[in-house]
């Protein structure tokens, strides 16, 4: 069985602050995993996604995640926070195995607050 | 229009009402999602369709009724609803078959049961 475990449902930081949001999988075969952000009153958006090409993945908005199979995790980092990264943030995770298809499992969503 | 489009993007009804939701993508995709985004709970898969087959259904009550005319539309049949149901409802659709997993989404339809 597959799930995803996000480690905080809150996180703050300053602005221009490093931004780590943590996921971990748990997955019997090799993972695709994601990161989703939804901003208020909006549906989610596709940041970035680990596919099992290489294991540092960049994304938009300046986000990048690295698969750590050894440590099953699929943290979510940014260098330096704005105002604007203030938002919910979702990992996922789904594999493929033959021909049946990758159904999204979903983390519980950390919230991002971002202070000036 | 582009992407994932839902809607109404907002919707008020009473328990005994009956209303729909709608969603359409243009993204060339085969597969369409509906999820359930309740405050303070994971987000739950309601129902899959795949080439317009159902291919899931994660335990609907029946006052949820899905239907996909084609690959392109989806809609969410409610009726005598109850407030729990209150939640915002996503739409999502992916290439399908061998690409299930990378799902995009449409801003959601938030409803409102009193």
């Known amino acids: 069985a597959q799930s995803v475990t996000q480690l905080g449902s809150h996180v703050s930081v300053s602005e221009g602050a490093l931004v780590l949001l943590r996921c971990n999988y748990s997955?019997?075969?090799?993972?695709?995993l994601f990161w989703y952000v939804q901003y208020p009153n909006q549906g989610l958006q596709l940041l970035l996604k680990?596919?099992?090409?290489?294991?540092l993945v960049k994304g938009i908005n300046g986000f990048e995640a690295e698969f750590k199979k050894s440590e099953t995790s699929f943290h979510l980092t940014k260098p330096s926070a704005h105002m604007s990264d203030a938002a919910e943030y979702f990992c996922?995770?789904?594999?493929?195995?033959?021909?049946?298809?990758?159904?999204?499992?979903f983390g519980q969503g950390t919230i991002l607050t971002v202070h000036p | 229009e582009t992407g994932v489009t839902q809607t109404p993007r907002h919707l008020v009804m009473g328990m005994t009402n009956k209303k729909s939701l709608k969603c359409e993508q243009h993204l060339g995709h085969n597969a369409m999602y509906w999820y359930k985004q309740s405050a303070k709970k994971p987000l739950e898969l309601m129902f899959v369709y795949n080439f317009k087959e159902q291919t899931e259904n994660n335990s609907v009550p029946s006052r949820f009724s899905p239907e996909c005319p084609n690959s392109s539309h989806l809609f969410l049949h409610l009726h005598t609803l109850q407030p729990e149901d209150s939640a915002l409802y996503l739409c999502?659709?992916?290439?399908?078959?061998?690409?299930?997993?990378?799902?995009?989404f449409g801003p959601g339809t938030r409803l409102t049961v009193t």
């Open positions: 680990y596919t099992s090409a290489a294991t």
């Open positions: 996922a995770v789904s594999y493929f195995l033959g021909t049946s298809y990758g159904k999204l499992t």
């Open positions: 999502a659709s992916s290439p399908g078959g061998r690409e299930h997993y990378e799902q995009y």
């Open positions: 997955s019997s075969v090799p993972p695709y």
